[in-house]
């Protein structure tokens, strides 16, 4: 239960990050919405996980799964390189969270 | 330049801040002082960032977070931290930082993102 809010919490963070980019360019409504929602979203996801798992287990993953996913997200649509030290640092991430799920 | 590393740690610090109140908050009102952390947090960060690589500045950020929030589960919450879990967090800490730092490689490159 718990893991599924952490991953909830790093969506949203996503959703807020990619919604903070939009409203620096253009402060519409729409951005405002997606800016304000997705970082009021992780945090509430967060603290529902702090409920279920340890504080400093749920806060490592989303810090991971945060950052993992924005360095995907500019992999597979902007065109950032795929180097090699990127590869590793996220298979180190992802080594990381399955290993916290495994002890939990 | 100085003032820039003090942003870091005045945002490193006030990460803390909200996570230990996430965890201690029990009334209605507690969430007001809280919200109010978060946001200073995010100011430091902007702040940070103005300067120095975000990159950099987050892979000490969250470093020093995730440090911080073991520390914090073991001597105030009482919690056991197994030396596996210490393991996995620390592999996930050197992924981001290995992250941000291709991140600040990227900038000193002038790639655009």
Redesign the interface.
């Known amino acids: 239960m718990g893991w599924l809010f952490v991953f909830a919490a790093a969506i949203s963070e996503l959703v807020g990050v990619v919604g903070l980019n939009k409203y620096s360019e253009q402060k519409t409504f729409t951005n405002t919405i997606l800016f304000g929602g997705g970082f009021g979203a992780a945090f509430a996801f967060l603290y529902m996980s702090f409920n279920y798992l340890q504080v400093s287990t749920a806060y490592a993953v989303w810090i991971g799964i945060g950052t993992a996913g924005a360095v995907l997200i500019n992999m597979l649509f902007f065109g950032e390189s795929r180097s090699k030290g990127r590869i590793a640092s996220l298979l180190l991430i992802v080594i990381g969270v399955v290993g916290l799920k495994a002890l939990s | 330049m100085n003032k820039s590393w003090i942003y870091v740690a005045l945002t490193s610090f006030f990460e803390l801040v909200w996570?230990f109140g996430?965890?201690v908050a029990s009334e209605w009102w507690h969430w007001i002082p809280i919200v109010f952390f978060?946001f200073v947090d995010f100011h430091f960060l902007a702040k940070a960032c103005e300067n120095l690589p975000t990159g950099t500045v987050?892979a000490i950020f969250?470093a020093i977070?995730?440090v911080g929030?073991?520390l914090?589960?073991v001597f105030i919450?009482g919690?056991t931290?197994?030396a596996?879990?210490l393991?996995?967090?620390?592999?996930?800490?050197?992924?981001?930082?290995?992250?941000?730092?291709?991140?600040g490689?990227?900038e000193k490159k002038g790639?655009v993102?």
């Open positions: 996570i996430f965890n978060i987050y969250a977070g995730t929030t073991a914090m589960d919450f919690e931290l197994g596996g879990k393991f996995f967090i620390a592999i996930l800490v050197v992924g981001v930082i290995g992250l941000k730092i291709a991140d490689v990227d790639l993102k």
